[in-house]
């Protein structure tokens, strides 16, 4: 199985900082990566697939990049709407496998 | 307006069955394949199973396999879980999903929490 490894677990940041968060798989998984956003007694919600492609309806200040093992999740300019947990995932193969999550916090 | 929404969770006993439903509207649902993804309490995302759009394809996690059975009817637009041998460890929130491209899960339900306690 392939393994993800977020980092780091949380972050702590405020509204307008610029903010990073890493994913490395434990192989090459090519682009084949999406990030979601969860928030508390939510559902996931769809952020960033195929590594860098931003879902219908996301606002812009969140963007991917990378490719291979390692990935990043970049948000801009944060809004308090964006303090969350952030998961990656892989769709290289089965099994699918996530992340263990990156707490946003204030 | 794309919907899935989760059913038949509940509390059962260590060894039991539960069989959990997604119903599902706003999308031609045989074109889409469908995963349950499960997040136990105060942890993260575990994937479970998939399944193809026309059925004929299914995946498991090895934690579940030979335990749970995905399948679907695409005349009734509804993707079921059938959770046989339960154990203490599969106690979470079952997510149904709905694939966009690949292993991309664009829509998801609110969730139906499965507990396995005696």
């Known amino acids: 199985d392939i393994q993800m490894t977020q980092s780091p677990s949380s972050v702590s940041a405020s509204v307008g900082d610029r903010v990073t968060i890493t994913c490395r798989a434990s192989?090459?998984?090519?682009?084949?990566l999406a990030w979601y956003q969860q928030k508390p007694g939510k559902a996931p919600k769809l952020l960033i697939y195929?590594?860098?492609s931003l879902q219908s309806g996301v606002p812009s200040r969140f963007s991917g990049s990378g490719s291979g093992t390692d990935f990043t999740l970049t948000i801009t300019s944060l809004q308090p709407e964006d303090f969350a947990t952030y998961y990656c995932?892989?769709?290289?193969?089965?099994?699918?496998?996530f992340g263990q999550g990156t707490k946003l916090e204030i | 307006e794309v919907q899935v929404l989760e059913s038949g969770g509940g509390l059962v006993q260590p060894g039991g069955s539960l069989r959990l439903s997604c119903a599902a509207s706003?999308?031609?649902?045989?074109?889409?394949?469908m995963s349950w993804v499960r997040q136990a309490p105060g942890k993260g995302l575990e994937w479970v199973s998939e399944?193809?759009?026309?059925?004929?394809?299914?995946y498991y996690a090895d934690s579940v396999k030979g335990r749970f059975t995905i399948s679907r009817d695409n005349s009734k637009n509804t993707l079921f879980l059938q959770m046989n041998s339960l154990r203490a460890e599969d106690t979470a929130v079952y997510y149904c999903?709905?694939?966009?491209?690949?292993?991309?899960?664009?829509?998801w339900g609110q969730g139906s929490l499965v507990t396995v306690s005696s």
């Open positions: 999903a709905k694939d966009i491209l690949a292993g991309y899960y664009s829509e």
């Open positions: 706003g999308f031609t649902f045989s074109n889409s394949a």
């Open positions: 399944i193809s759009g026309s059925g004929g394809s299914t």
């Open positions: 192989q090459s998984i090519s682009s084949w």
């Open positions: 195929a590594a860098s």
């Open positions: 995932q892989q769709a290289n193969n089965f099994p699918r496998t």
